[in-house]
Structures are given as structure tokens and as C-alpha cells.
């Protein structure tokens, strides 16, 4: 058998040839030093082709992509939890001022909503509702807090936790809004 | 005559497919799941096949916006991945024709004219120890860049992708017996290259 062309060669080597085939050439290799010196040439290269070094992708790729396509959600979603959360301030430092065991706040809407008419009473009444509710909320929160503790917990020690979380979720989030702004205007 | 309802035929999914309905129902996560399970291939073969790191990336973020653009497309009763090497391909490939000129004069150099690639440079930057499997990989990978584009595109789809013959035939719309004889004719040139320093030896 004539030596085998290269062609031939890696057929062989891939399992591409039928059992008669594969068993003339397995014959040939091992008289033939010089294909089988190419055989083991060819081995090598298949073995160090599998398995290639793969370098990393910038991680602005996947952060491009997911900006482009969704573009609104990150930023009006921000834009949204700004206004929850200065609202949630300005509710918790009005309950601070009035000392949270005291509606009085509350009290003062009603009368006003019932001494004024159209849409501004009805304002009122939402405000009124939304500050009764969030108030049940910070008095549930506080009973439930004081009897984990097993400690009545003062207006001092309530306002200044409250505070305090309040400024640092603050300060976050216009941390986060300043941020996602000036990418939107890039 | 009696008739019977045609049975529909059941499709089960893989987990490509499970994320792609998900995509279809506008979940981001995802998305970012499937991107992040194909970005690091993606990205090897298109920066292999354009060398060129900016352009690469340029190219990845197109791909990925071009999958998301056409997922509705996509047809359940393929594999995703060949899918989605194809659309790869087709987007590489029409970069590099509309840049012709600077590809061609890059393809026009043989493997050993090739400074950064060469061989002999190679060595006489080792000198004569004995290399290890990583160094000689990676001098390999050296050399693979530095072959012609159409037969480096088969090797790059059948060792970075692990496509098949057939699979890469579908993508590239060449002959599976072109597609094989553009892969030995690589490994060949690759070969005829480490010779030459006796690198595998």
C-alpha cells in the first residue's frame, strides 16, 4: 500500500472510513514510519483543538444589550421608588412631629375635607386615608417591635432609628436616581 | 368514513427553549441568562474570525440584539444554538464583506509570514524547553488565527462552537464534504507550520 495522502489520513483519524478501509490503513501505519509519524502529528493538533483558550467578554456587553432593549424599565422603575420613597419620608417624619401615638394629623384632614368641597375635599380624603393607613402601619410595626423586645420603646429611641433609616434609604436612592439619570441622558 | 382528530405533536423543551418562551413573555432575566450562557463563545468566535477587539464587541452586542429582534422566529422544532450560530454567522460574515479590503490583506499572507503567528518567533521567545500542553494549545490557537478566513471559520465552528459537520454545513451553507475538506485542509496548513520548529515533537 502506497503512503496515504493527508486527506486519507484524517478521514481515518475521524472515524470517517468503513471497517475494510480503516483496517488497510491500520495495517499501513504500522509498517510505515512516516505516516505514522504524521498519524501522531495529527493526534496532537485534534487534541490540543478541542478544549480552545477561551478569553473573556467584556461584561459591557451583556450591560449594553440589556440597556438597549430595555431601556425604560430601570430608569422610570427608579424614578418611581423616589417618589415612594420621599413620600414615605415625609409621611414618617409628619408621625415623628406629632408623636405616633397621636392621630391628630388625621383629625385636622377630616375637618378640613368636611369644611371644604369638590375636588380639593376629595384630595383631602385620600390624603387623609393613605396617612391612616401607613399610620395603623407604623403603630402595628411599633407594638410588634416593643413586644419582640419586651422594652416600651420612647418616641426618642423610635425617632431616632427612624431617622436614621430614613436618611440612609434616602440618601440611596437619589444616589441610585442621579445615577441611572445621567446614563439616561448619555 | 370515520375520522380522527390529528394529534398535535409534542415539542419537549430544553432548557434553551424553556428560556426562550420566557424571553417571548418579556422576562428579562431571562434574556440575561441565555446571554450569559452563550456570550463567552459567541464572542471567541467573532473575535477570532474579525481580530479585532472593538469590532468584536460591537458585533457580540449586534448578535444579541439581532437574536432578541427575531425570537419570535425562532421555530420550536430546531435546536436554538444552531439558530442562533447561524444568525452569528450570517452577521460575521457580512461585516467582514463589507470590510473586504483590510480582510483580504490579512488573508493574503501565508500562516508563516505572519510576524505575530510565527513559529520561529515563537521559540526563539521559549527557546528550547520543553512546552507544556497549555503553552502548545495556545501556540496553536496562535497559528489558527492566522489562517485564511474560510477555512479558519470551519475550524472556529467545530472546535469553539463543537458543531458537528452537518451542523456547521447548515450554517455556513457549504457541502458537508466541503466543509470536511476545508477542515483537513486547515489542520494540513497547521501542521505543515509546527513542523517546521518541531514543536510536537
Known amino acids: 500500500m502506497e503512503c496515504l495522502p493527508e486527506e486519507r489520513l484524517q478521514d481515518y483519524l475521524e472515524g470517517g472510513l468503513n471497517t475494510m478501509e480503516s483496517s488497510l490503513i491500520r495495517d499501513h501505519l504500522l509498517v510505515c514510519p512516516g505516516c505514522g509519524a504524521r498519524q501522531k502529528t495529527y493526534l496532537k493538533i485534534n487534541k490540543h483543538l478541542q478544549h480552545p483558550p477561551l478569553l473573556n467578554p467584556p461584561d459591557s456587553i451583556i450591560t449594553h444589550v440589556l440597556r438597549t432593549l ?23 417624619w409628619i408621625y415623628i412631629y406629632f408623636d405616633f ?31 391612616s393607613m401607613v399610620y395603623a402601619s407604623f403603630k402595628a410595626i411599633h407594638s410588634f417591635v416593643s413586644y419582640l423586645l419586651r422594652i416600651e420603646l420612647g418616641p426618642e429611641i423610635v425617632r431616632g432609628v427612624v431617622s436614621a433609616l430614613s436618611m440612609i434609604f434616602l440618601y440611596s436612592l437619589i444616589h441610585l436616581f442621579s445615577r441611572k439619570f445621567k446614563e439616561k441622558r448619555k | 368514513m370515520k375520522t380522527f382528530p390529528v394529534e398535535k405533536r409534542k415539542i419537549i423543551l430544553d432548557d434553551d427553549q424553556v428560556l426562550i418562551k420566557k424571553i417571548r413573555k418579556g422576562n428579562k432575566a431571562a434574556f440575561e441568562e441565555l446571554m450569559r450562557k452563550y456570550n463567552r463563545k459567541i464572542f471567541n468566535f467573532v473575535i477570532r474570525m474579525v481580530r ?95 489562517i485564511p478566513l474560510k477555512f479558519r471559520e470551519v475550524i472556529l465552528l467545530r472546535y469553539i462552537q463543537e458543531l458537528k459537520y452537518e451542523e456547521i454545513a447548515d450554517i455556513s451553507g457549504l457541502p458537508v464534504g466541503t466543509v470536511k475538506n476545508r477542515i483537513f485542509k486547515a489542520k494540513e496548513m497547521l501542521k505543515q507550520e509546527i513542523e517546521k520548529d518541531g514543536m510536537l515533537t
Do not use: M
Not at chain 1, 73 to 79: G, N, R
Open chain 1, 70 to 92: 430595555y431601556p425604560g424599565t430601570t430608569f422610570y422603575f427608579s424614578v418611581l421608588a423616589l417618589i415612594a420613597a420621599s413620600f414615605a419620608f415625609l409621611v414618617t
Open chain 2, 52 to 146: 479585532n477587539d472593538e469590532v468584536a464587541v460591537e458585533l457580540t452586542q449586534d448578535f444579541f440584539i439581532k437574536i432578541y429582534t427575531v425570537i419570535d422566529k425562532y421555530n420550536f422544532e430546531y435546536k436554538f444554538s444552531t439558530w442562533a450560530y447561524r444568525i452569528c454567522y450570517n452577521l460575521v460574515i457580512d461585516h467582514i464583506r463589507k470590510n473586504q479590503i483590510q480582510i483580504e490583506s490579512l488573508d493574503n499572507d501565508t500562516v508563516s509570514q505572519k510576524e505575530i503567528v510565527s513559529s520561529e518567533n515563537y521559540v526563539k521567545d521559549v527557546g528550547f524547553r520543553i512546552l507544556s500542553d497549555e503553552e502548545v494549545k495556545t501556540h496553536l490557537w496562535k497559528l489558527v488565527d492566522g
Open chain 1, 101 to 131: 401615638s397621636n392621630s391628630s394629623l388625621i383629625q385636622a384632614l377630616k375637618l378640613t375635607s368636611k369644611s371644604t368641597s369638590g375636588w380639593i375635599a376629595n384630595l383631602i380624603k385620600v390624603i387623609s386615608s393613605v396617612f
